[in-house]
Structure formats: structure tokens, C-alpha cells
């Protein structure tokens, strides 16, 4: 009987396929992260390592080059719940015997698995055993591809722009997710296993900003008590994103501008340039066109950090994702806090469309961990919602908004009437996607 292990963070679905594979005769140790893997390697041989591409303690393909390099006859294949074509090929480089792409069908499984078996396998060329350099943070922040045309359309142009050097501006509201963004740029660029540095320019002093992007040396100023790498130079060879960029001072843009026209950096108090090359992304949550018709953002900044711009939507903007990110906030949450919640009662996904979500994407994240905690069955009830989510009615009849929670019909017509029948205008404003407008037309007849 072929012996399997099978290295799965998502608890219910690797019982779900450990059950499986057990009914195919094959007998199965699990593993639901990288730390259960090694030990189990140390203590067992194996006829196949089957692993889960993102791990919250690893890197599926570094983690094989691990298993490669100590067990180069045992075939790994990887599972990934993205459909990836680079990341394939990059696995199948360095020694992966297949891989898949969730969801999969049992036949998949099974001929994978069988052809992975009956393949030898050699021992991979010394510089294919190394592991591959993870990119700071991945399992922290790894990029949710929605179904929204918002989502599709942030795709296209991510993919667009990770391949070359351009400087990259993402515009969005708070809480949208643009560090995420800029960690999957680089992650899609020729720049991937050098580092990502992350700043929020709104965190730093003018008076030290210098001493941050620059460095100092020892002695250079009151309290420069050693010498210190600057962001520019920690981030040499790979990317420096620079969260809200529009708070920095005048000055400090002039110092920025500098170091970005010139390629060159010196340290406060030395003499000494230092050459870098790095790729710059920036985010705004404000319009900075209109800082620079006001005088405070300098133009020619503007035009050297704008060379490609990325709208990152706000979560009304996608609608049709926000139970796809609920899904997966709730998933990370659940190995998080070693809870094996199911998914969202019914009355809770209705109240997370009606409401605004004025946090977006982190807001969606803090209120889904936090009811994680606190629910006690499989499904998260309304009980353990935050107390906002019940005063938005309230709200709502106050100001005027709309509400589909009473006479839903005439609520629609109204919102329609109001939006000049635009049916994307309307759903914004009874807050639910188009799909469920469309639904609610057929189902009480209105044309």
C-alpha cells in the first residue's frame, strides 16, 4: 500500500481528501503545517509528499526543495487554489513530479498521483535544490482574486505592469488593500526574490525622514547612537513601496525626487554616494492632483512616481467579491485561531450586504476574525456581530439611504427612479450587487 503525506493547512478540506484517498487504498499520515511535515519526514519514509502550494509556516516549493534534497526519489506534487501557469512551471523546475490546481475532480487526483508514482524520479541538478527565497510576509498577505468586473479589471492590470520597471501609483480608500497590491507587483516581477520594503510615509517625522529613506551614520545627529541602512538601500535590487505618499513635507519630496532622478543615496552625515536600483510603488488615499494644483505635492514628483496608476476599488465598488473575501478571511481566521467555523448564516450574509463597509477590506477581516472567536457553532450567527451592523438601519431611515430589508419592491423602484433607471447606480445604492438587483426585477416584475 503506496504510502502518502499529505501537507494541508485548510482542516476540513484535507480530511475531506484524506478520506478519499484512504477509500483508494492508499494510507495517509497528515501534516496541516510545514513544522508536522519535517517531523514526520525524520521519522518516516514516504512513497509520494503531496503539499499545498501556501503554507502559513512555509513556502510549498522551498519547503520541496527541502524534501528534495534529503529524499530526491520521493515524487511531491503541489496543490495551489490559484491557477498559476508561472508558478507551475517554476515548481516543475525545481523538482515538483505535477501539479494540480484546486478546486480538482477525484479522477484528477488519482491520475496524478498514479502517474507521479510509477515515474522514477532522479535527483535534481545541485542549484535546482536550493530553495527558493520567499518574499517577506506572502502567507500574511497573499492576493484574493474576486469576480467583480473591479477585481478583473485590478488583475489585468497587475499583470500588466509587474513585468517592467514602472514606477507603479495605487489610488484607493483606506483599508483596500493597496499594500497587498504592491506585494503581489513585486512578487510578479523580475524582482521577486530581492526585497520588499513597505513605509507609511505618514508614520515618519520630516525631521528623521531623511535619516529613514537615506541612513545615517554613527554620531551624524543627536541620537544617531550607530550606524543605520536606510529604506532605499535596504530595498536595493528590489521594491520600495511608499504608503501615503501624500503626507509627506515639501522638503522631504524634494529629498525623494532627488534620490529617485538620480539612482543615488547619501547617508546623513556621510560623504560617501551609494548607488541603488530599485523599483518604486506608491499609494494615496487622496487625490494628489489636486494637492498639486493646491501647491502641496510637487509635480514633477507626481509625474516621476505616475509612470502607471492602479485604482484599488473600495469593497461597494466589488460587491460580488465581498462574500468571496468573507470566505477566505474566514478560512485564515480559522487556522489563525484553531477554529473549524463552517461559513455564514443566511441573516449574516444579508446583513454584510446591506452594510457599507466603510473600512473596506480590513474592516471585513477584523469583523470576520473577531466573530470567529467568538462563535461557538459551526456557522457564524448574527449574535456575535459588532454592534454597527444593527444601527445601520437606524441610519439608513435617517439619512434618507435605502434599505431592502422593508417594502423591498417599492424600495427598488424608488432606487431605480432615483438613479434615472442606471441599474448599477441603484444596486450602490441599496447596497447589493447587480446579480441580486437583477434577481429582485424577475422576481417582482419590475421592467
Known amino acids: 500500500m503506496p504510502k502518502i503525506l499529505l501537507i494541508e493547512d485548510d482542516i476540513s478540506f484535507c480530511k475531506l481528501l484524506e478520506k478519499f484517498l484512504i477509500k483508494k487504498e492508499y494510507e495517509v499520515i497528515v501534516a496541516f503545517s ?22 502559513p509556516d512555509s513556502d510549498g516549493i522551498g519547503l520541496m526543495a527541502e524534501f528534495k534534497a534529503s529524499n530526491p526519489e520521493t515524487p511531491v506534487i503541489l496543490m495551489t487554489g490559484y491557477s498559476d501557469v508561472n508558478t507551475a512551471v517554476k515548481a516543475i523546475k525545481n523538482g515538483a513530479a505535477d501539479y ?34 520567499k518574499p517577506n510576509n506572502t502567507s500574511e498577505n497573499e492576493f484574493v482574486k474576486g469576480i467583480s468586473i473591479a477585481s478583473k479589471k485590478l488583475l489585468d492590470h497587475i499583470q500588466l505592469v509587474s513585468p517592467t520597471d514602472m514606477s507603479v501609483l495605487i489610488i484607493g480608500e483606506s483599508g483596500t488593500g493597496k499594500e497587498i497590491i504592491a506585494k503581489s507587483i513585486h512578487e510578479q516581477s523580475n524582482r521577486k526574490n530581492n526585497n520588499f520594503i513597505a513605509v507609511d510615509c505618514g508614520a515618519i517625522p520630516k525631521e528623521l525622514a531623511a535619516s529613514e529613506f537615506f541612513g545615517h551614520l554613527k554620531g551624524s545627529f543627536t541620537g544617531a547612537i550607530s550606524d543605520k541602512m536606510g529604506y532605499f538601500e535596504a530595498a536595493n535590487g528590489g521594491t520600495l513601496f511608499l504608503d501615503e505618499i501624500g503626507n509627506l513635507s515639501y522638503e522631504n519630496q524634494i529629498q525623494l525626487l ?121 456557522f457564524i450567527e448574527s449574535d456575535v456581530l459588532p454592534a454597527e451592523f444593527f444601527q445601520i438601519q437606524k441610519q439608513q431611515t435617517a439619512t434618507g439611504n435605502f434599505s431592502l430589508s422593508d417594502n423591498e419592491k417599492e424600495t427598488i423602484i424608488h432606487a431605480l427612479s432615483k438613479a434615472q433607471n442606471n441599474k448599477s447606480e441603484a444596486a450602490k445604492m441599496l447596497k447589493i450587487t447587480r446579480k441580486t438587483l437583477y434577481n429582485k426585477l424577475k422576481q417582482y416584475n419590475i421592467d
Open 100 to 133: 494540480i490546481s484546486k478546486p480538482f475532480n477525484p479522477d484528477e487526483v488519482l491520475l496524478v498521483i498514479t502517474n507521479a508514482l510509477q515515474t522514477p524520479q532522479t535527483e535534481a541538478p545541485a542549484k535546482e535544490k536550493k530553495p527558493i527565497r
Open 34 to 55: 510545514a513544522a508536522e511535515a519535517r517531523l514526520a519526514i525524520k521519522n518516516q519514509s514516504f512513497d509520494l509528499i503531496l503539499t499545498d502550494l501556501r503554507l
Open 258 to 378: 532627488r534620490a529617485l532622478q538620480e539612482r543615488k543615496i547619501k547617508p546623513v552625515g556621510s560623504n560617501k554616494e551609494i548607488n541603488v536600483d530599485i523599483r518604486i510603488i506608491t499609494a494615496t488615499n487622496e487625490d494628489l492632483r489636486e494637492a498639486v494644483k493646491n501647491g502641496d505635492f510637487r509635480e514633477d514628483l507626481y509625474h516621476r512616481i505616475n509612470e502607471f496608476s492602479i485604482q484599488s476599488p473600495s469593497l461597494t465598488d466589488r460587491g460580488e467579491d465581498l462574500m468571496v473575501f468573507a470566505d477566505y478571511f474566514l478560512e485564515k481566521a480559522n487556522q489563525q485561531l484553531n477554529k473549524e467555523i463552517i461559513g455564514f448564516a443566511p441573516e449574516v450574509v444579508q446583513i454584510f450586504q446591506n452594510y457599507s463597509w466603510p473600512g473596506n477590506l480590513r474592516e471585513l477581516q477584523n469583523c470576520v476574525k473577531r466573530a470567529t472567536l467568538l462563535s461557538r457553532g459551526d
